[in-house]
Every structure is written in C-alpha cells, then in structure tokens.
C-alpha cells in the first residue's frame, strides 16, 4: 500500500526513502527511543539521537522543555528551521510519535515518521553504524509553545468529562480496568487509584500497527476506530495513557493517517489523574 492513502501521506516515509535520504543536508533522521542505550549500539547512518527524558522535557518542573531550551536542542544538531526531521524508534515508534507530537508544539512543520521505526529497518538487514554524526550548528528559531492546540490539561479534560467528549484511553484493558497501574511486566507504579476516566473507550495503542510495525491501511484503522469504536472523525477527541507517550502515537495516528481535525493529547494522563484528589474515576 502507498502511503498516498493516508490523509497526509508527507507525515510518512517508508525505510527505503530513508537509506536514500540519510545524507541529505536537508533531512535530519532521528532517533528516539524508551531505551535509551539502543542507539549507542547501532542506529541508522547519519541518524541524531534525541532522548526523550534528557532532551524533551524540564529537568525540574513536570513540564516540557521551554522555547529557549527546544531552540538549543534543535541549533546544536543542526536543524534549521526548514529542515524536514525524520523520526524513528524501538516500540513500533511509540517514542519517536511522542517526540514528534512535541515538536509540533513549537511549530516545526517538515516532520515525518519512518514507517515500520527500528524493528523494521533491522529485519530488513540494513546498515547500522556506531558513529555518532556531527553538523554544523544552525540559528533555529521556535514558536512560542503551543499548549492548547494539540495538548490537553486536566481541567479542559475533566470539562470534556461533564459534556460528554469523546475519550480514547490507550492503554492495556488491565490498565483500563485498574487491575494494572502500568502497563503489564512493568512495576506497577505511578498511580495511587487505577481505573479510567469516565466515558472513555477502550483502544489500546498497538492495534493500529501491524505484525512488521509499519502502520495499518487507512481502511483497517477507520474500522478500528470508526466502525468498532464509534468515534466521529471531526468531534473534538483528547487521548490519554499513563504519562502521555502511547497516546501520543494514537494523536499522530488519527491527525496524520486519517486527518481527523481536532485531536488533543492528554500528557498528564493517568499519572496526574489517578494521583488527583476529587476527579472522578470508573472501573
């Protein structure tokens, strides 16, 4: 399938683009993992790492990084304001969505996500090097953060509760139940209260990739979405997990593969919902 089926088939490239692409000055691949030390054992050639924890958010306030840290983070791996970032990662791109989600909250337009992430590009044998690469520094320029857009807080959340606003909680059923606090063979931790937010259904952020990692047709995931789960393409919808990086993937999975227009990601999650006093909880 050609990824011209999705509704913004630029927001994807296939690992072939990427082998051909990985020297151009114009394009900068990056890395981004929940490991890590997986880069520092082999990644794509010319491929930058940005880590989650360590680049993307406050090193202090629960919070992410500032518009004066994200235009330092972008000036020193060279990334100008034009520069098409391509991102891909372990966990069928659940970190590299979760960074381009923050991306895109400072106003960076030329992202895409490389279809199939880390699995698929190793199963097909491709080259990995240990170099780490170096460019030239750039004079990057960000927007000031966009909060509000793209991004969900726990009171706009808790408004959508009380008028019934569609909720797509994208963690496992044992999470979702509140059997679990973290997804299954992790501590459970990070939560005093399990369960969910009322109203919210069930989809669980891996059924929209397939068995290689690549993402499923725009007619599977309509299925999903639409025909198994109800959800209206342009009905406001935020999406939640734990801290906010599964459901990052399912916001890039709704805006940019099938180009629903009014997707916000709860970052907070379940993290500062089942840790709030008085909000309201089922199970």
Known sequence: ????????????????????????????????????????????????????????????????????????????????????????????????????????????????????????????????????????RTNYQAQARSDYKIRAFRDQVLQHVNTDGALVDVRSPGEFSGELLHMPDYPQEGALRGGHIPGAKNISWGKAVQEDGTFKTPGALRELYEDQNNLIPNENIITYCRIGERSAHTWFVLTYLLGYPNVRNYDGSWTEWGNAVGVPIEK
Request: charged share 30%; net charge negative; proline share 4%.
């Open 1 to 136: 399938m050609s990824t011209n089926d999705y509704a913004r088939p630029e927001s994807l490239v296939s690992t072939d683009w990427v082998a051909e692409h990985s020297n151009d000055p114009n394009v900068r691949i990056v890395e981004s993992n929940e490991d890590p030390l997986l880069y520092a054992s082999g990644h794509i050639p010319g491929a930058i790492q940005i880590d989650w924890v360590e680049d993307l958010n406050d090193q202090v306030r629960r919070d992410y990084l500032d518009k004066q840290s994200f235009e330092a983070l972008m000036s020193r791996n060279g990334i100008a304001n034009d520069t098409l970032v391509v991102f891909y990662g372990d966990k069928n791109n659940w970190w590299a969505t979760y960074a381009f989600w923050v991306f895109r909250l400072f106003g960076h337009e030329k992202l895409a996500i490389m279809n199939g992430g880390r699995k698929k590009w190793e199963e097909e044998g491709r080259e990995m090097t240990r170099e780490v690469p170096e460019y030239p």
